[in-house]
């Protein structure tokens, strides 16, 4: 089970909830907008109606503060984080993690866009459909939810948001060839998936924005899972694999050697890939620092790691 997970279960089988809401709402001053004009494609039930809880008991505590989850996620939002000040032109679609049930919306989302807009890069935080995993037919072609091929909703949510910045480029003063992608644990597999699977849409096209190209300049994957084929195996699953080419965006990974959840294994796979396919990729390994930290500090060196992404960028020439 996931950490972030088996910290919600902790939660809610101690009665140890903070604050809990109907649905999640930004900070004042964003606006969460709907991603999808109509019905999402592929819609799947939902338990219940989407809601935010505030994970809070000693064991859910991350570098010492608590963290927030979000649940049944039906309908997909993204939110506009611009920056203040000195605008560099780049751009950022993040994804948060959860194991593709929950979205853990604070600690690898709105936490980011704080600090990527700090260093004048706007950020776009994608609240993308987690309808959980549930019961469902055993007739339905694929789960209500999880990674890609056995699911196609996060990832056509992914899709559908990356062409929406570049459609939105000019007005939000964003170059259109400085869209990148950067997620952790599922959100992190979900940059490698968008980042092979751009040249056709999962969906049926609904307007000008799904005319926009979807594959991101640069993609960051953090702590990423659902990557290798098998415990113990570093043979990339032929879903990401098989699309791999040199069109395939210059990529930065970062783990953990000690991550107990997503494998050290599934980074290493996905690495191996971009090598053999000559695209850019450097990759950042830690003895230490476990999973789903975030970019909250802790005593281990791999909280660094932000500082990396920032003098990657400029190496790669997105930032300068």
Not at 165 to 180: L, T, Y
Request: charged share 15%; aromatic share 10%; with cysteine.
């Amino acid at each position: 089970m996931k950490p972030l997970i088996f910290a919600l279960c902790i939660v809610f089988s101690f009665g140890c909830l903070g604050a809990q809401t109907v649905s999640w709402q930004p900070s004042p001053g964003h606006t969460q907008v709907p991603i999808w004009p109509g019905a999402a494609p592929d819609s799947q039930p939902v338990p219940g109606p989407e809601f935010a809880v505030t994970a809070a008991g000693k064991d859910a505590l991350v570098a010492g503060s608590p963290w927030v989850a979000v649940e049944n996620v039906s309908q997909p939002t993204m939110t506009v984080y611009s920056p203040r000040g000195k605008n560099t032109g780049a751009a950022v679609v993040v994804f948060p993690g959860g194991g593709y049930t929950i979205l853990a919306i604070d600690l690898e989302g709105t936490e980011v866009c704080d600090w990527l807009i700090s260093k004048g890069i706007t950020c776009v935080l994608l609240k993308y459909r987690v309808p959980g995993e549930g019961l469902y037919p055993k007739s339905a072609p694929y789960p209500r939810s999880g990674a890609y091929p056995q699911s196609p909703i996060a990832l056509e949510d992914a899709q559908r948001t990356v062409g929406l910045v570049r459609f939105h480029s000019a007005e939000w003063h964003i170059d259109p060839h400085k869209i990148g992608v950067l997620g952790f644990s599922a959100g992190g597999h979900m940059v490698a998936a968008i980042s092979v699977h751009f040249a056709q849409r999962l969906y049926s096209a609904v307007d000008a924005a799904d005319k926009e190209s979807c594959r991101p300049d640069f993609a960051v994957a953090i702590y990423p899972g659902h990557l290798s084929r098998a415990v113990n195996s570093i043979a990339l699953n032929p879903d990401i694999e098989s699309y791999i080419t040199q069109r395939t965006p210059p990529t930065f990974l970062l783990q953990n050697e000690d991550d107990n959840v997503d494998r050290v294994e599934d980074s290493l796979s996905y690495y191996v890939a971009l090598k053999k396919a000559r695209v850019p990729v450097e990759m950042h390994l830690y003895a230490h620092g476990g999973h789903a930290f975030g970019l909250r500090r802790t005593k281990f060196p791999v909280t660094a790691w932000p500082q990396l992404v920032e003098t990657w960028l400029g190496t790669i020439g997105i930032i300068y």
